[in-house]
């Protein structure tokens, strides 16, 4: 592995012949495509045949592929944001339960 190349661009393979293991950059074969999100440009990498069907669902609810896309990061933003406060909400009520419990 080379230390100056982040993990995710290389690729272990092992060498059938000598049997040994060499490091190969490789090139995505998933394309990026540049959007704006909350004004923000960014690219995301997703096969062809995600990218048509969230065309193909932007262009059925009547909005633009930036639209969408912003949609689907609030959502997630949101779901982290809820899954953690609910983590925290459980954690407290155990710790109270435990302290009186304990009494």
Same mark, same amino acid.
């Given at each position: 592995?080379?230390?100056?190349?982040?993990?995710?661009?290389?690729?272990?393979?092992?060498?059938?012949?000598?049997?040994?293991?060499?490091? $190969?950059?490789? =090139?995505? #074969?998933?394309?990026?495509? &540049?959007? *704006?999100?909350?004004?923000?440009? !960014?690219? +995301?990498?997703?096969?062809?045949?995600?990218?048509?069907?969230?065309?193909?669902?932007?262009? $059925?609810?009547? =909005?633009? #592929?930036?639209?969408?896309? &912003?949609? *689907?990061?609030?959502?997630?933003? !949101?779901? +982290?944001?809820?899954?953690?406060?609910?983590?925290?909400?459980?954690?407290?009520?155990?710790? $109270?339960?435990? =302290?009186?419990?304990?009494?």
């Amino acid at each position: 592995m080379r230390p100056d190349v982040p993990f995710t661009t290389q690729a272990v393979y092992i060498d059938r012949r000598s049997s040994f293991a060499q490091t $190969e950059l490789m =090139k995505s #074969l998933v394309p990026k495509h &540049s959007v *704006i999100i909350d004004g923000c440009k !960014t690219s +995301i990498s997703l096969e062809d045949e995600f990218w048509e069907c969230l065309r193909k669902i932007a262009e $059925e609810r009547g =909005k633009t #592929l930036t639209q969408l896309i &912003s949609g *689907i990061d609030a959502r997630r933003r !949101t779901k +982290i944001v809820e899954f953690y406060k609910d983590r925290s909400d459980r954690q407290a009520r155990i710790s $109270e339960e435990s =302290k009186v419990a304990g009494q």
